[in-house]
C-alpha cells in the first residue's frame, strides 16, 4: 500500500503545491514521473538483494529509508528539493514492493499463491480509494504538507510492523550479489521472451488505468468540473472494481487454469474500452459516462493481475526476487512514462485520455497472443 498511498494522496494538493513553488501543472507531474522512474531504477537493486540477504531486511530497510524521504518532502523549501526528496521516496518505496511479490512465491506453490496474491490485490486496492480521500481531508484541514508527515508516520507504522514478520527466504536458497552474479541473473531475464512477453502484457494493461490515476487532477478539475473533495468519486468506485476482480481471481484460482481467468480478465477489459469510445464519442461528460468504463476495466485488471504475476515470476523459480525485480522495473518504466509523457500530452481532453487508453490495451492484447502461444496448454 506504500505505493498508491505515494502516489495519490497528494494529487488533491495539486493547485498549491504549484502555487506555493510557482510551478505549472506538467511541471509538478513531474514530481510523479521522477518518483515513478526513481521506484523502477531500484527494483533492480532491491529484488537481488533480497535474494542474498533476505526479504524481511530489505523491508525494513526500504521503510526506514522511506520515511525520512517524506520528512523531506514534507519539509521542502522549493521545487527542486521536493523533486529530490521524491526521488527518494520512490528509491525507498519499491523495496517492500519487491521482496512481498517474492515471499509469497516463496511460501505457496503455484495456485495459492495466486490465491495469495489477489488478496495482497484486495488490500493493495483500498489504498487508491483512502489515500486522495485522506489526502484531501489532511489539506484542507493542515495544508499540503501534512500529507508528507502522514506518509512519514504511515512508513514508522509499518516498520514497527515488519519486526514481527517471518523471514521466507531460506539462507540454503541465497544467491550472489557480487555485479557479475546479479547481470547474468537479469540478462537471462531480459533473454527470456516469454517473461517479457507477459512483464510488459501486465505493464501495458495497468497503463490503461495508471493513465486516469496519474492523470486524475485533470479529470476532476477539468473533464468533470469537481473540486478537491470530489477524487472519492473516481477512486472509491474504481477499487470497489479492482476488490471484485481480485475476489473472483481468488475464488476462481482452483477452478480455472490462469490461462482461461487471464483470457476473461482481457475480454472484460476490451469490452470497457469500447464502452469508453462510444460514451466519450456520444454522450455528456459526468461521473457516470467517465468513472463507469473504468471500474469495468479496472474489475477485469484485477481478475488477471495474479495469474499473470505468478506466471511470470515462475519462469525463474530459483531467482525469483531478481525477477520481481524486472517485472518491477518494467510496470514502473511503464507507469513512469505514463506520467510524464501520456499524461501531458493527453490532458487536454477526456477523448485523448479513452484513445490513450486503447492504445495501452492495443499493446497488451498484442504482447498476450504472443506471450500465450508459448505457455503449456495446461496453465
Given at each position: 500500500?506504500?505505493?498508491?498511498?505515494?502516489?495519490?494522496?497528494?494529487?488533491?494538493?495539486?493547485?498549491?503545491?504549484?502555487?506555493?513553488?510557482?510551478?505549472?501543472r506538467?511541471?509538478?507531474?513531474?514530481?510523479?514521473?521522477?518518483?515513478?522512474?526513481?521506484?523502477?531504477?531500484?527494483?533492480?537493486?532491491?529484488?537481488?538483494?533480497?535474494?542474498?540477504?533476505?526479504?524481511?531486511?530489505?523491508?525494513?530497510?526500504?521503510?526506514?529509508?522511506?520515511?525520512?524521504?517524506?520528512?523531506?518532502?514534507?519539509?521542502?523549501?522549493?521545487?527542486?528539493?521536493?523533486?529530490?526528496?521524491?526521488?527518494l521516496?520512490?528509491f525507498?518505496?519499491?523495496?517492500?514492493?519487491?521482496?512481498?511479490?517474492?515471499?509469497?512465491?516463496?511460501?505457496?506453490?503455484?495456485?495459492?499463491?495466486?490465491?495469495?496474491?489477489?488478496?495482497?490485490?484486495?488490500?493493495?486496492?483500498?489504498?487508491?480509494?483512502?489515500?486522495?480521500?485522506?489526502?484531501?481531508?489532511?489539506?484542507?484541514?493542515?495544508?499540503?504538507?501534512?500529507?508528507?508527515?502522514?506518509?512519514?508516520?504511515?512508513?514508522?507504522?509499518?516498520?514497527?510492523?515488519?519486526v514481527?514478520?517471518?523471514?521466507?527466504?531460506?539462507?540454503?536458497?541465497?544467491?550472489?550479489?557480487?555485479?557479475?552474479?546479479?547481470?547474468?541473473?537479469?540478462?537471462?531475464?531480459?533473454m527470456?521472451?516469454?517473461?517479457?512477453?507477459?512483464?510488459?502484457?501486465l505493464?501495458?494493461?495497468?497503463?490503461?488505468?495508471?493513465?486516469?490515476?496519474?492523470?486524475?487532477?485533470?479529470?476532476?478539475y477539468?473533464?468533470?468540473?469537481?473540486?478537491?473533495?470530489d477524487?472519492?468519486?473516481?477512486?472509491?468506485?474504481?477499487?470497489?472494481?479492482?476488490?471484485?476482480?481480485?475476489?473472483?481471481?481468488?475464488?476462481?484460482?482452483?477452478?480455472?487454469?490462469?490461462r482461461?481467468?487471464?483470457?476473461?480478465?482481457?475480454?472484460?477489459?476490451?469490452?470497457?474500452?469500447?464502452?469508453?469510445?462510444?460514451?466519450?464519442?456520444?454522450?455528456?461528460?459526468?461521473?457516470?459516462?467517465?468513472?463507469?468504463?473504468?471500474?469495468?476495466?479496472v474489475?477485469?485488471?484485477?481478475?488477471?493481475m495474479?495469474?499473470?504475476?505468478?506466471?511470470?515470476?515462475?519462469?525463474?523459480?530459483?531467482?525469483?526476487?531478481?525477477?520481481?525485480?524486472?517485472?518491477?522495473?518494467?510496470?514502473m518504466?511503464?507507469?513512469?512514462?505514463?506520467?510524464?509523457?501520456?499524461?501531458?500530452?493527453?490532458?487536454?481532453?477526456?477523448?485523448?485520455?479513452?484513445?490513450?487508453?486503447?492504445?495501452?490495451m492495443?499493446?497488451?492484447?498484442?504482447?498476450?497472443?504472443?506471450?500465450k502461444?508459448?505457455?503449456q496448454?495446461?496453465?
Amino acid at each position: 500500500m506504500v505505493g498508491p498511498f505515494t502516489i495519490d494522496a497528494y494529487l488533491p494538493s495539486f493547485p498549491d503545491i504549484e502555487a506555493d513553488f510557482g510551478v505549472s501543472r506538467a511541471m509538478l507531474s513531474q514530481s510523479l514521473a521522477v518518483y515513478l522512474v526513481a521506484f523502477a531504477i531500484s527494483t533492480l537493486l532491491w529484488g537481488p538483494l533480497s535474494d542474498r540477504i533476505g526479504r524481511r531486511l530489505v523491508i525494513m530497510a526500504s521503510l526506514l529509508l522511506y520515511s525520512l524521504a517524506s520528512i523531506g518532502c514534507a519539509m521542502a523549501d522549493d521545487s527542486n528539493s521536493f523533486m529530490l526528496f521524491r526521488v527518494l521516496q520512490g528509491f525507498a518505496a519499491s523495496g517492500g514492493f519487491i521482496a512481498s511479490r517474492a515471499m509469497i512465491r516463496d511460501a505457496h506453490d503455484a495456485q495459492a499463491a495466486h490465491r495469495a496474491m489477489a488478496h495482497v490485490t484486495l488490500l493493495f486496492a483500498v489504498a487508491p480509494a483512502i489515500a486522495p480521500v485522506l489526502g484531501a481531508w489532511l489539506h484542507d484541514l493542515f495544508g499540503w504538507r501534512s500529507v508528507f508527515w502522514f506518509l512519514t508516520v504511515f512508513g514508522g507504522c509499518l516498520l514497527i510492523m515488519t519486526v514481527f514478520i517471518e523471514e521466507t527466504h531460506a539462507v540454503s536458497r541465497r544467491s550472489s550479489i557480487r555485479p557479475r552474479s546479479v547481470i547474468a541473473v537479469y540478462a537471462r531475464t531480459l533473454m527470456h521472451r516469454q517473461f517479457i512477453a507477459m512483464t510488459f502484457c501486465l505493464a501495458f494493461s495497468f497503463a490503461g488505468a495508471f493513465l486516469y490515476i496519474a492523470g486524475a487532477p485533470s479529470v476532476i478539475y477539468d473533464f468533470l468540473g469537481l473540486g478537491t473533495n470530489d477524487f472519492g468519486k473516481q477512486f472509491i468506485p474504481m477499487v470497489g472494481g479492482l476488490m471484485l476482480g481480485a475476489y473472483v481471481s481468488s475464488r476462481l484460482a482452483h477452478r480455472w487454469p490462469p490461462r482461461r481467468i487471464i483470457i476473461t480478465g482481457f475480454n472484460i477489459m476490451s469490452l470497457a474500452v469500447v464502452i469508453n469510445l462510444l460514451q466519450v464519442s456520444y454522450l455528456q461528460a459526468s461521473v457516470l459516462t467517465i468513472v463507469g468504463p473504468l471500474v469495468m476495466y479496472v474489475f477485469g485488471l484485477a481478475m488477471l493481475m495474479p495469474a499473470m504475476t505468478i506466471l511470470a515470476l515462475d519462469c525463474f523459480p530459483d531467482n525469483r526476487g531478481a525477477a520481481a525485480s524486472m517485472q518491477g522495473f518494467f510496470q514502473m518504466s511503464v507507469n513512469a512514462a505514463v506520467a510524464s509523457i501520456a499524461v501531458p500530452l493527453l490532458h487536454t481532453s477526456s477523448q485523448h485520455f479513452v484513445l490513450g487508453q486503447l492504445a495501452f490495451m492495443f499493446m497488451a492484447l498484442l504482447l498476450w497472443s504472443f506471450a500465450k502461444f508459448r505457455t503449456q496448454p495446461t496453465i
